[in-house]
């Protein structure tokens, strides 16, 4: 026989809360306060009918409050909120797809949009192949499958129409049809670091014991293809395309040795002047966007040519690049590449090694050179000495080492001036 709990009766295993309300405000509200407790438990339901008992009371002495005002459509809007309970579930119950958006809502606030495009490519792949079944319920052939057809997958496979809400099977399929290349083992590694990712995150949230598939991982050795430095040959057909959009971001990679990310943040009062030492850039985090790490924060001094078009190109309010960001920065040198076969293998990316190439073969010492260009201190084997003591290398130090960079002779003078 089941227990007895005032307000609340069990149907079909589950208690049920349901308290008629006073007469005179059935018109309005309605016969009774009911709602499902969700448990069958009769001490959870007991604690529960509590919650709603406070809650009914709340209603009717509102309703009371506004009784004259009844009448009108806007009294009936009362300002109390329905507490909502969820059934209890078993571990591992949840679906796969159901717990990769929550997952994706909190990475979404904790990520910058570069590195939550990644995870959410992703989870992507991983809903598209087990997103029906229960976290749970993984097993360690479903994981198999998943890196064999995540080897197959062609690097461009997101960029075809026809791949559009293909799951992973189906996109593996496609991509030996459209192209030949496969994703390379790091990039594999990647994508499968962020579901064990997802999945470990179960584990510390309790939707799971252990991680499934902590035994699996990409099994072909690392196969790097390293960007080139460019040469000054390659500087120079660079440079002489002057290129509307990019000329600006290509010359500032080239003589200041920032990240992409770093220049399209430039903003017009991040340019400060120093006395006789010149202008210097403050590389800092910025509305635009972050930084990779606490030592891209610095003051980098502006080159001359770098000042000269300044003065004579560049906006003196706002954002220094207003009309790029990373992505068109990316696709706009990749146009060029296509332009300019002798550019193959480089990224614009290739424009920071190609300063780092310059400050080494001008004698600049390396931690100087790590100070320029963002890097954690390499002064020191332990990084205690210099990196926990000192200041760093003065203004007038680093005025001298970016003096001594110069772009190839066989540039024409009108190139650098945009």
């Known amino acids: 026989m089941s227990p007895h709990i005032k307000y609340a009766y069990l149907r079909h295993n589950t208690w049920v809360y349901r308290r008629a309300y006073p007469k ?14 969700k448990t069958s438990d009769a001490r959870t339901a007991k604690a529960r ?10 209603i009717v002495t509102e309703a009371q409050a506004h009784a004259p005002q009844l009448s009108s459509p806007e009294a009936l809007r009362l300002g109390v909120a329905r507490p909502r309970y969820q059934r209890c579930r078993l571990l591992g119950d949840r679906l796969v797809g159901e717990l990769t958006g929550v997952y994706l809502t909190e990475q979404a606030q904790r990520l910058r949009p570069g590195s939550y495009k990644s995870v959410r490519y992703a989870m992507a792949l991983l809903t598209s192949h087990v997103g029906t079944v229960p976290v749970g319920a993984l097993t360690l052939t479903q994981g198999s499958t998943f890196l064999s057809l ?4 062609s690097p461009n496979i997101r960029k075809y129409a026809v791949a559009r809400d293909k799951s992973l099977s189906e996109l593996a399929v496609l991509s030996g049809q459209l192209e030949p290349q496969v994703l390379t083992p790091q990039t594999q590694r990647r994508v499968w670091d962020q579901v064990t990712a997802f999945l470990d995150w179960c584990v510390t949230t309790g939707e799971l014991e252990t991680t499934p598939w902590s035994s699996l991982g990409v099994g072909a050795p690392p196969d790097p293809v390293p960007h080139r430095v460019l040469t000054d040959d390659q500087v120079t ?8 959009a990019l000329h600006g971001a290509l010359l500032f990679g080239l003589l200041t040795g920032l990240r992409s990310g770093e220049i399209i943040g430039l903003m017009a009062e991040d340019v400060v002047a120093k006395g006789n030492l010149g202008r210097f850039l403050l590389v800092r985090p910025n509305a635009i966007r972050g930084l990779k790490s606490k030592a891209a924060e610095r003051v980098v001094p502006l080159h001359p040519v ?4 300044r003065d004579q190109v560049l906006p003196t309010t706002g954002r220094l ?13 990749a146009k060029l590449r296509r332009l300019s076969p002798a550019l193959q293998r480089t990224v614009f990316h290739s424009t920071r090694k190609w300063f780092i190439t310059q400050c080494e073969r001008t004698g600049t010492p390396e931690h100087f050179t790590a100070s320029l260009v963002g890097h954690h201190s390499a002064r020191s084997q332990n990084r205690l000495t210099y990196g926990l003591y000192s200041a760093g290398i003065s203004d007038a130090q680093k005025r001298e080492i970016i003096d001594a960079i110069r772009l190839p002779a066989t540039l024409p003078p009108e190139v650098l001036g945009g």
């Open 321 to 333: 690049f207003p009309h790029l960001s990373v992505d068109r920065v990316v696709k706009l040198y």
């Open 306 to 309: 770098l000042e000269q078009y």
């Open 237 to 244: 057909t660079l440079l002489t395309h002057q290129d509307r």
């Open 24 to 37: 005179h405000l059935q018109p309005f509200l309605g016969t009774a306060f009911k709602q499902s407790l």
């Open 49 to 58: 009918v509590a919650e709603l008992n406070t809650t009914f009371q709340r």
């Open 150 to 153: 995540l080897a197959q997958l």
